[in-house]
């Protein structure tokens, strides 16, 4: 299916809910590291509630090993920002796809919005004047798009 990345995420409930939307949706969940918790953390298991064991969850220790893994060696990756210029609905996203996210509050930075493996920087649409969407809502938002894309293929 699709590969949902947090480039060194910050806060545990948001990477919690992104191991919940990796479990329900069938995609993969790519923590790059620094991580700003300890795996264990008890507000990161309290959002993921029994997902957990439900969930495929890979940590990296950098960018360049998680996009070079042999999973994602091949893959496109669309990087988020509230600064791109380019919708997610513009695309049509294929199985494999890297959706890659930034930490809580920053964003993605210019290094890696730059990086080469980039296929092409998205936003998610907000009112004028909003500065972000919640890491884990834009996970999902974005997922389960080009999830509906491939018409919920494994969904009940």
């Not at 480039?7 to 919690?16: A, D, R």
């Not at 049509?92 to 980039?118: C, N, Q």
């Not at 894309?149 to 009940?156: D, W």
Request: net charge negative.
């Amino acid at each position: 299916m699709f590969h949902v990345m947090f480039h060194e995420p910050c806060i545990p409930p948001n990477t919690g809910n992104g191991i919940r939307i990796a479990a329900v949706t069938g995609t993969t969940l790519h923590l790059v590291e620094p991580l700003g918790f300890d795996l264990s953390e008890p507000k990161l298991k309290r959002a993921g509630l029994d997902y957990h064991d439900l969930a495929s969850v890979v940590v990296h220790p950098d960018l360049d090993s998680a996009l070079d893994s042999e999973a994602l060696a091949s893959s496109r990756v669309f990087a988020f920002s509230a600064h791109a210029t380019r919708w997610f609905t513009d695309v049509e996203f294929e199985p494999g796809d890297v959706l890659l996210f930034g930490p809580e509050p920053t964003g993605l930075s210019a290094e890696v919005m730059s990086h080469p493996r980039v296929t092409d920087r998205l936003r998610i649409p907000m009112m004028d004047g909003r500065r972000s969407l919640n890491l884990a809502n834009c996970a999902a938002v974005v997922t389960y798009e080009a999830w509906r894309q491939h018409g919920f293929a494994g969904a009940r």
